[in-house]
């Protein structure tokens, strides 16, 4: 699957979403970036780095670390670990929280 990445960075909400994730789970610049790319492409690691310019083996030692971080084995568990802690409990606190059709929800908070 093709993104163009260019507008995942004009999207506050996009952009906000993996910052918080980036942060939650103290990940550097660069393995923030891959996971982003990870979630959203779901590609192989040479993909990705074809994507942004790195060697496949440079993708692997940073998909080693997040797994390492996020304590799973697998690529599949890096995005079960991610689904799980953030937006899992946004859909959850949605679905008990009565809807007002007046209320404004900025899904970018409610990460936190």
């Known amino acids: 699957m093709i993104v163009d ?8 909400i996009i952009r ?5 994730i ?11 970036e891959i996971l982003q790319l990870l979630m959203l492409m779901g590609g192989s690691n040479r993909e990705i780095g074809c994507s942004i310019n790195i ?5 692997r030692n940073h998909v080693a670390s997040i797994q390492s971080k996020l ?8 995005q079960a ?3 799980r802690d953030t937006l899992l409990p946004v859909f959850l606190e ?6 007002k059709a007046t209320a404004v929800h900025d899904p970018v908070t409610s990460f936190h």
């Open 5 to 12: 990445r260019s507008l995942l960075h004009q999207n506050p």
């Open 16 to 20: 906000g979403y993996f910052e918080v």
């Open 22 to 32: 980036k942060e939650k789970f103290s990940l550097t610049r660069r393995e923030g």
């Open 55 to 59: 060697s496949e083996k440079t993708v």
């Open 71 to 78: 304590h799973v084995k697998s690529s599949r568990g890096i």
């Open 81 to 83: 670990v991610v689904f």
């Open 94 to 99: 949605a679905l008990q929280t009565p809807h």
